[in-house]
């Protein structure tokens, strides 16, 4: 399984350098069809989101979330936004129980 890294050209550059494989995009129609791209992808174990794209999608990429058991998808700290990241309801959502 892989990561992968979805978000801005800036951020998918040291995502890179951390061995981690980016996909740079340049508007949010380009995000949303990486990430849909990715959820259909076997090879894909964890996707990491740009917050300043996901941010801007959040009811599509929250459907994605939903209907993905892998890869699961995380959103990190964008250039312009910070992540909001919920551990709690992100580990229920992998184990499939309630923390």
Do not use: C, H, W
């Amino acid at each position: 399984m892989k990561i992968f890294f979805v978000g801005s050209p800036q951020l998918a550059d040291g995502y890179k350098i951390a061995g981690v494989d980016p996909i740079a995009v340049a508007t949010e129609d380009d995000f949303l069809q990486a990430l849909q791209s990715l959820a259909s992808n076997e090879e894909a174990g964890i996707v990491l989101m740009d917050s300043d794209y996901a941010s801007a999608v959040k009811g599509k990429v929250e459907k994605l979330k939903i209907r993905s058991k892998l890869p699961v998808f995380i959103e990190v700290p964008g250039r312009k936004t910070g992540a909001a990241v919920d551990l709690k309801a992100m580990i229920s959502r992998i184990m499939g129980v309630n923390v």
